[in-house]
């Protein structure tokens, strides 16, 4: 049986970076999550996506990518989080953003949507 390690880059959407940074690095690492939603995060990036159609993923996402990104150069780490919150397409876009004006390339990007019900709610309130 293939044995893999993930560790836990974050907790909450405010987390610290710095134990992620040396995770990727030492941690010897197969995949890293960074868990950032809570029902008051998602309503508040749901909020953010209402007034601005680019926004409403965690604020601290391009910090973070910032530094994710070049500490992974070279690592075999995969990254599994949940900070598009209620916008991942354009947290995808902004890592890709993110990586290319880092030159770094490679990088593999993928967003995971389906789950906004906003749309469905004026008929199922009929």
Known sequence: MRKIRIGSGAGFA???IDPAIDLIKYGNLDYIGFECL???TIALAVRQKMNNPDEGYNDLLEERFR???PAMQGSKVKIITNMGA??????AAKVAEIARSLNISGVRI???TG???????PRMLE
């Open 14 to 16: 405010g987390d610290r």
């Open 38 to 40: 809570a029902e008051r």
């Open 67 to 69: 530094l994710i990104l």
């Open 86 to 91: 209620a916008n991942p397409q354009a947290a």
């Open 110 to 112: 993928a967003a995971v």
């Open 115 to 121: 789950d906004d019900v906003l749309a469905l709610l």
